[in-house]
């Protein structure tokens, strides 16, 4: 089942649903982060037909209601339950509200639990709940754990101490993925960073706890003794964040104006004037979910292909062909589906303001990135010389200063790192400022070598899977992908990816479902599996769930859905501590505190 389905289940079913009795009517309070969660999966709609009458921002002041009773869902966080308490705390001769029922994103710690204690709070509190959805549902398969941050507190050179309690938020929004997907799996993680070990160790000990303290039978269902989750840092793959990919979604997010997932765009009205609008690109869009990951070469052909279809199924064309650019008298002669055909004109729209950016910017980059990124051209042969490749580049003019540190972080990661001098020099020819140094030797704090050592140890590339591509400048896969085709066939080395615990590899490798089988089946995983919503999505074997620390890039979504329809049995999740493109990749390394340090220190 779609995963953005599961949660919005979960708040209709085990928030609103378990609390407003039929026939009456309640206020639901959210706080900023819990209202990014219900947007991202449920419809106003679906919320006010269980008895929602009315949504408001507890970080607002709030006209007194004291008819109606109050679903407070709210992230455990000083400020949310703060304004909580000072919805009772007051002078005010009547209450916020007549009564409060509390649900809590995630595990509210002690401290902040005993702010409710107060007797005017504690006498308006009906009822309280953990929920456990502390991320966000991005897509059918994707999940966000929403920490921009977590870069920064990640990788910088910070004393562990100061990682703890980063490190504990992180563990326990990873747990309550897998909790919402019922899910008790083996734990994997990267063992080049031992920081990496340091969040598996606690993600198993909240996982430990969910299973001992609110569900015994969490995992306990056909086939998910094989499930794992496993745990890397973006490290294990720097070069495809740098990347342009040429897939549709990956290359709007890159290329154009996308802001939380709304593109803004304009238009031509009806005057000849220029009209602003503004979509989001998400799931309830069927066309979007069926060209997101094609080359963006083919969803111009689809697009252009659906529209005729359209167009001449309602016999207005009278069998002849659709001009992309007559889209608009169309729509005016065809009134009745304006719908459908906005909708064409959307993504007809998207396709043509990526190709003309790439024409126009970075087309002459492409090829030498895959050069860069594979080791080889494209008639396989190896680069042998990749400075002739770059320096042309660095010194064009036209060529924005971040393509170029693009440019030169992949050419440094296939040299296994350069010397002092040839990066100064290197950046000097290419216009970078002295002080845009940070950006590059940043990526030491990831295990990447920037600065070669005499008599320094070459890091072996990985062994990669041989795959045919149609497009030459789309020859690079993600490393991911083939890590999780390897999880999926029993083959990821397990030194460098290592199990956390020795039974449940045994596990998850021997496929022994005997632990599964010997104590009840959890019932979220029966109401789950007997949901009519996505049910044609549901498998019921193993999960694998992929969580990057430092963010997961839109060419990795895409391997997961593939990896996922290739394989009949297995079922993969996707996400990280946020959604990341090549801009967000840079702002980070860039925003990392001090200047890299050996990946000996992390």
């Known amino acids: 089942m779609s995963l953005k389905n599961i949660v919005a289940q979960r708040i209709q079913h085990d928030v609103i649903e378990a609390t407003v009795k039929k026939g009456q009517w309640a206020v639901l309070v959210v706080d900023q982060q819990s209202m990014r969660v219900i947007s991202a999966c449920c419809k106003m709609n679906e919320i006010m037909a269980r008895g929602i009458t009315l949504v408001e921002s507890i970080e607002k002041a709030r006209q007194p209601l004291p008819h109606l009773d109050a679903i407070y869902f709210i992230t455990p966080t000083e400020a949310s339950v703060t304004a909580l308490t000072r919805d009772f705390v007051n002078d005010r001769s009547e209450p916020q509200y007549r009564a409060a029922h509390v649900f809590f994103t995630e595990t509210c710690p002690e401290s902040l639990f005993q702010k409710l204690t107060v007797p005017q709070v504690a006498r308006m509190i009906r009822s309280m709940k953990e929920v456990n959805i502390a991320f966000m549902p991005a897509e059918s398969r994707v999940f966000s754990l929403d920490s921009k941050d977590a870069f920064q507190r990640f990788f910088s050179s910070a004393p562990a101490r100061g990682r703890d309690g980063n490190f504990d938020r992180l563990a326990e929004q990873i747990a309550t993925v897998c909790f919402t997907l019922n899910e008790y799996p083996a734990v ?230 350069i010397s002092d001098e040839n990066l100064e020099k290197l950046m000097r020819h290419a216009g970078i400022p002295s002080q845009e140094a940070g950006t590059i030797l940043n990526m030491q704090h990831m295990g990447v070598k920037i600065i070669e050592e005499d008599g320094g140890k070459k890091k072996k590339r990985p062994k990669r899977r041989e795959r045919k591509n149609d497009f030459t400048l789309s020859r690079w896969t993600p490393l991911l992908k083939d890590m999780m085709e390897d999880v999926t066939e029993g083959q990821l080395d397990t030194d460098s990816y290592p199990f956390l615990r020795r039974d449940a590899q045994h596990a998850a490798l021997s496929g022994d479902d005997s632990s599964a089988s010997s104590g009840p089946i959890s019932a979220r995983w029966k109401f789950n599996a007997d949901s009519s919503a996505a049910a044609t999505e549901t498998k019921s074997g193993p999960r694998l769930i992929v969580v990057i620390v430092g963010g997961t890039c839109y060419s990795e979504l895409r391997a997961a859905y593939e990896v996922s329809k290739a394989n009949s049995n297995w079922d993969v999740m996707i996400g990280g501590t946020q959604l990341l493109t090549p801009t967000d990749f840079l702002d980070n390394l860039s925003g990392l505190s001090e200047p890299g340090t050996t990946s000996q220190a992390v």
């Open 188 to 417: 994997r993680y990267r063992a080049d960073l031992k920081r990496t070990q340091e969040l598996a160790d606690k993600v198993q000990n909240a996982l430990d706890q969910y299973k001992r303290d609110v569900d015994t039978n969490l995992g306990q269902a056909p086939g998910k003794s094989k499930s794992q989750l496993l745990i890397l840092d973006r490290g294990f793959d720097p070069v495809s964040p740098l990347l342009h990919e040429l897939t549709f979604q990956a290359m709007t997010y890159d290329l154009l104006d996308v802001d939380n997932d709304v593109f803004k765009y304009t238009v031509q009205g009806g005057g000849g004037q220029a009209q602003e609008r503004e979509c989001l690109l998400d799931e309830n869009d069927d066309l979007w979910v069926e060209l997101r990951h094609l080359h963006i070469a083919e969803v111009s052909q689809k697009v252009s292909a659906m529209l005729r279809t359209f167009v001449e199924s309602k016999k207005e064309t009278k069998g002849k062909g659709v001009n992309m650019r007559e889209l608009s008298k169309l729509i005016k002669k065809m009134p009745q589906y304006q719908k459908e055909l906005s909708r064409y004109s959307l993504h007809s729209q998207l396709a043509e303001e990526n190709m003309a950016t790439f024409k126009k910017t970075i087309e002459r980059l492409v090829g030498i990135e895959q050069d860069l990124a594979m080791g080889t051209d494209t008639q396989g042969e190896k680069v042998k010389d990749p400075m002739r490749l770059i320096v042309p580049v660095l010194l064009d003019e036209k060529i924005s200063k971040q393509d170029k540190i693009r440019i030169l972080l992949l050419f440094i990661i296939i040299k296994n790192g």
